[in-house]
């Protein structure tokens, strides 16, 4: 599939390229994590630059939670996951970083956290927690844009129907 090079998209005040996207529709993006906390860690985000939940029309929250769970069930199964995390850090005291409405989908395996909701604290950057499979917030460096690409690819075939008209 040919895509523009030069198409980016908003992800709040950051610049997100189209190498990035692997979901596209007329309310919603998935975009592969920079630094993500888990393998297979990626976001659905709004297509309309909106910090907060209760800024969605009923179709863009619609849109949001259908593609999040086309994109969970992809997640779950490639990365043969026991479940899944989802959620929506909304407003910074909630823990947001990107002021920009986004599902964190997340693939979660047994034992993955010493304890299970240790998960919300590496999610948030605030906790020390015990390292067991996951990658510590301080140890996360940025991923290059060929090492994010090769995994958008990989979700964009899953996806299996981009419509280009929808590139606009
Ligand atoms: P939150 O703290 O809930 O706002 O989540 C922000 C998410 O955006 C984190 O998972 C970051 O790793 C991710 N992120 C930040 N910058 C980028 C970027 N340029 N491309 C992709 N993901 C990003």
New binding site residues.
């Given amino acids: 599939m040919a895509l523009p090079v030069a198409r980016t998209f908003w992800?709040g005040p950051?610049t997100?390229p189209l190498a990035?996207l692997f979901l596209l529709t007329k309310h919603t993006l998935g975009?592969?994590?920079?630094?993500p906390i888990r393998p297979g860690?990626v976001?659905v985000v709004t297509r309309r630059q909106v910090a907060r939940f209760n800024e969605l029309s009923q179709d863009e929250i619609a849109d949001l939670f259908a593609q999040g769970q086309r994109v969970s069930k992809i997640i779950e199964r490639l990365y043969s996951a026991d479940g899944l995390t989802l959620c929506i850090?909304d407003g910074s005291a909630a823990?947001?970083?990107?002021p920009h409405v986004?599902l964190?989908v997340i693939p979660r395996h047994i034992g993955d956290f010493a304890n299970n909701d240790d998960i919300y604290s590496v999610?948030d950057g605030t906790g020390k927690v015990p390292l067991q499979t996951h990658i510590d917030n301080e140890q996360r460096r940025p991923r290059s844009l060929a090492d994010m690409t090769a995994e958008a690819e990989i979700l964009r075939r899953e996806i299996g129907d981009w419509d280009s008209e929808t590139v606009t």
């Fill in positions: 992800f950051l997100i990035q975009i592969v994590n920079i630094k860690h976001l850090q823990g947001q970083t990107v986004h964190h999610l």
